[in-house]
């Protein structure tokens, strides 16, 4: 499914019903008195967290959200029923605004959290309410209030335990296939990784959620490419993983390219660029056996890279498992933190 991470949509709450002006009339009971009972009031319009989804892509065709109305008061005292409330299910990690202000309503971060977004109107009052010691024969009752009507964005940033970096054709998106269950695009060209992509990776009898972003590119911080509409993505996840790839097939320096995805990284977002990361030196079984142990040690020597890293290749899975518990370990230790 193509991801969405943003939309826009019209909330409606119902409008509260209103009061009911009657008079008691039974046969032989003279002088019935006010006996018009209150409106109910309106639904309201709350967002609510789900686990499952992961785009916002219904809402680009559903742009209305509109709770009903509460119903009149009757005679006899009876009160109008209230409408429900409408609960509109959004993806984790969506933040609420409100379009007219630029105001940040909330943000849905677990599942079956609720957020009001628009407040049902208040009922109205029948003339029973207005009886009193001086107006015994009230003819006054009020209408139901309005309900809040918006137009608010929703921004969604996926929810990773883990996020992936690199350049184009890294072999971020074979990486993902090999140690988890998602399937995005892989081809032997830039760019095949339109969309964000998430992933569950199984450790053991443990998981957690790996995040897949489009390659970036040089001045990807400015704009250039498509990695940098969804850098923001990363800014949730626990800690990173830098896939190299140590033997471009465009003959770039792998050198370069890892200083160039780590410069752009600092430059978009500090606080991004001090998350924990690990490195993926990917591709490993295009190099002679003989010849690996150099080529890696002397890549991380000439990116001043100290941190762990790991052999592997995408596309047969060797050093994958090694891999999956390193993350999986770094992650526990962000927690604890």
């Known amino acids: 499914m193509k991801f969405v991470d943003s939309a826009s949509v019209v909330v409606e709450a119902g409008k509260g019903g209103a009061g009911c002006l009657s008079f008691r009339r039974e046969k032989y009971i003279p002088d019935g008195g006010p006996d018009g009972g209150d409106?109910?009031?309106?639904?309201?319009?709350?967002?609510?967290?789900?686990?499952?989804?992961?785009t916002l892509s219904e809402f680009r065709y559903n742009r209305l959200y509109r709770a009903k109305n509460g119903?009149?008061?009757m005679g006899r005292d009876r009160r109008g029923k209230s409408a429900e409330d409408l609960y509109v299910e959004i993806p984790l990690g969506t933040k609420i605004i409100d379009l007219a202000t630029d105001e940040v309503i909330g943000e849905i971060t677990l599942h079956e959290q609720v957020l009001l977004v628009a407040k049902g109107g208040f009922h109205g009052l029948g003339n029973a309410?207005?009886?009193?010691?001086?107006?015994?024969?009230p003819r006054q009752t009020s209408p139901g209030t309005p309900g809040e009507s918006r137009e608010v964005a929703l921004?969604?940033?996926i929810m990773a335990d883990v996020g992936l970096l690199?350049?184009?054709?890294?072999?971020?998106?074979?990486?993902?296939?090999?140690?988890?269950?998602?399937?995005p695009k892989v081809a032997d060209y830039p760019f095949t990784t339109l969309h964000p992509s998430l992933g569950v990776v199984k450790a053991g009898s443990n998981h957690f959620v790996m995040a897949d972003i489009p390659g970036l590119l040089e001045k990807a911080s400015e704009g250039v490419g498509l990695g940098f509409?969804?850098?923001?993505?990363?800014?949730?996840?626990?800690?990173?993983?830098?896939?190299v790839d140590i033997l471009p097939s465009d003959g770039s320096d792998p050198?370069?390219?890892?200083?160039?995805?780590?410069?752009?990284?600092?430059?978009?977002?500090?606080?991004?660029?001090k998350k924990p990361r690990y490195v993926a030196i990917n591709k490993i079984d295009l190099l002679e056996e003989s010849e690996r142990d150099k080529t890696t040690k002397?890549?991380?020597?000439?990116?001043?890279?100290?941190?762990?890293?790991f052999n592997i290749s995408a596309l047969n899975g060797m050093g994958c498992k090694s891999l999956i518990f390193g993350l999986y370990d770094l992650i526990e230790k962000k927690n604890e933190e």
Do not use: C, W
């Open 298 to 309: 002397d890549f991380l020597k000439k990116v001043k890279y100290k941190g762990n890293a």
């Open 39 to 54: 409106g109910g009031d309106g639904g309201s319009v709350y967002f609510r967290g789900q686990e499952g989804l992961n």
């Open 71 to 73: 119903q009149p008061g």
């Open 229 to 243: 509409e969804f850098l923001k993505h990363l800014s949730r996840a626990r800690a990173l993983l830098h896939v």
């Open 129 to 137: 309410r207005f009886k009193s010691s001086v107006n015994r024969a």
């Open 255 to 273: 050198v370069s390219n890892y200083l160039t995805i780590e410069s752009e990284l600092k430059k978009f977002d500090e606080e991004l660029f």
């Open 155 to 157: 921004e969604l940033n």
């Open 166 to 183: 690199g350049m184009p054709n890294a072999g971020k998106s074979s990486l993902i296939r090999q140690i988890s269950g998602a399937r």
